[in-house]
C-alpha cells in the first residue's frame, strides 16, 4: 500500500543554518504531495504542496520538488529562524483509490536555537 | 478566517468513562476526520466522515464511534475510556473539491486515569 517515509529526528540548527528534511514515498497512480508544519502548542496547517512531477511547491522560504523517479519531495529551507521550530510531516494522498484521505509520515522535529 | 475548534484542549476522565470529542468548522465542508496522534507513531486516522450522517473507519476504529448529525459538527465517542486511549486527538476537515487540503483544530489532550 501507500506509505511516507520521513527522516528521524529531532533535528536542531542554529539559526540562519540550511534545512532539509528527507520525505520518500511509495505510492501506485500518481498522489499529491504535501508538507504540514504543528507549531508547539497548535494543530497541524498546510505548508506546501506538489500535486505533480517535477513541481516545486513553496511557502514561508521553504520549498520542496516532486521528484518521481526517486520518489522523493525532500523539504529544504536556506535559512532558518527560531521561529521555525516545529513538527513538519510529509504527506501523500491516495489518488487511486480514496481521494479524501492523506498517508502521513511520522513527522520531524525541528528545533532551531539562536 | 477558516476555523476548527475543538471543544476541550485538555481532557482527564477515568477509566470506563463514556467521552464525547466535539468539533466544530465553519468552512461548510463536507469532509471531517478524527486522528489520534502519539509520539513515534505520528497521526493515525479514527474515523472520517464524507457527508452528514455518513462515516467511514479509519486505520484505528476499535474502541471509538463518531457522530455527524449536522454538517459542521463531528463528535468522537470513546464507548468505555481506557488508559491506552490517552493520547493527543485532532479534528480536520476538507473540502469535496480540495478534499487532502486539511484544516486542523488545536487539539484535545486526553487523559484516561
Known amino acids: 500500500g501507500n506509505s511516507v517515509t520521513q527522516m528521524e529526528g529531532p533535528v536542531t540548527l542554529s539559526e540562519e543554518a540550511f534545512l532539509t528534511i528527507n520525505c520518500t514515498y511509495t505510492a501506485t497512480g500518481y498522489p499529491s504531495l504535501f508538507w504540514y508544519v504543528q507549531y508547539p502548542g497548535e494543530g497541524l496547517q498546510l505548508l506546501l504542496k506538489a500535486t505533480k512531477a517535477d513541481d516545486k511547491g513553496s511557502n514561508k522560504g521553504f520549498e520542496a520538488t516532486y521528484r518521481k523517479e526517486t520518489t522523493s519531495f525532500h523539504l529544504e529551507k536556506g535559512s532558518v529562524q527560531v521561529s521555525d521550530s516545529a513538527v513538519y510531516f510529509c504527506a501523500l494522498s491516495d489518488q487511486a483509490g480514496n481521494n479524501r484521505k492523506l498517508i502521513w509520515g511520522l513527522g520531524t522535529s525541528l528545533a532551531v536555537n539562536p | 478566517d477558516v476555523k476548527v475548534t475543538q471543544s476541550s484542549r485538555y481532557l482527564v476522565k477515568r477509566t470506563g468513562e463514556k467521552v464525547f470529542l466535539e468539533c466544530v468548522q465553519d468552512m461548510d465542508h463536507e469532509n471531517m476526520f478524527w486522528y489520534r496522534q502519539d509520539p513515534g507513531l505520528g497521526l493515525r486516522l479514527i474515523y472520517f466522515?464524507?457527508?452528514?450522517?455518513?462515516?467511514e473507519k479509519g486505520d484505528i476504529p476499535e474502541g471509538y464511534s463518531v457522530s455527524r448529525e449536522k454538517k459542521e459538527r463531528f463528535s468522537l465517542i470513546l464507548e468505555s475510556a481506557s488508559t491506552n486511549q490517552t493520547s493527543m486527538y485532532l479534528c480536520?476537515?476538507?473540502?469535496?473539491?480540495?478534499?487532502?487540503?486539511?484544516?486542523f483544530g488545536q487539539g484535545t489532550r486526553l487523559t484516561v486515569v
Open positions: 480536520a476537515s476538507s473540502s469535496r473539491i480540495r478534499s487532502t487540503e486539511a484544516f
Open positions: 466522515s464524507y457527508d452528514v450522517k455518513m462515516k
